[in-house]
């Protein structure tokens, strides 16, 4: 499974073009250094944020398991412009009943949405998540924007 955001004149557009049976070479550096989820394995609340395609890996983490322990309570922040951006949201049903907890968060809504608005460090910050600085884990992946969260979570924390 790939999430391709397609853009006219770009590999991803060629990308999207390719038909069943297609050859794709592969090759180059991974970007990241993977989930260390190790160093969250004695939190009691982990905050997963998501922006964009960042939604992609994170959906690996969770359907390998990620947040099925009782013990824990996860919740994820996941950002995108409008809904229809938001990629896997036929999984959400089954990602809930893993224990997963789901903020949508649509920076550019239409009149309709009912939910949150803004930023994933908007719904954060107004969610005021971090009960136990000590017991708290967070996972952030997607724009490099995504620092304000991390400064955001440190000062919680501080």
């Not at 919740?75 to 789901?102: C, H, P, T």
């Not at 809504?109 to 005021?128: H, I, L």
Request: glycine share 10%; with cysteine.
């Amino acid at each position: 499974d790939f999430l391709v955001k397609r853009l006219p004149g770009t590999p991803s557009a060629r990308l999207c073009d390719l038909q069943p049976g297609d050859l794709v070479p592969v090759g180059g550096s991974v970007v990241g250094r993977g989930f260390e989820v190790t160093r969250i394995a004695d939190a009691r609340d982990v905050l997963v944020f998501a922006t964009g395609s960042g939604i992609s890996p994170i959906r690996s983490l969770i359907e390998s398991g990620f947040g099925e322990n009782e013990k824990i309570d996860v919740s994820l922040f996941y950002g995108v412009r409008n809904l229809q951006r938001m990629a896997y949201q036929e999984r959400f049903s089954d990602w809930e009943s893993r224990g997963i907890k789901i903020i949508p968060v649509l920076s550019r809504p239409d009149e309709q949405w009912t939910g949150q608005r803004g930023y994933v460090q908007n719904a954060f910050s107004r969610a005021k998540k971090i009960i136990n600085p000590s017991s708290t884990g967070a996972i952030l992946c997607g724009h490099k924007q995504m620092t304000e969260v991390y400064v955001l979570i440190s000062n919680f924390c501080s």
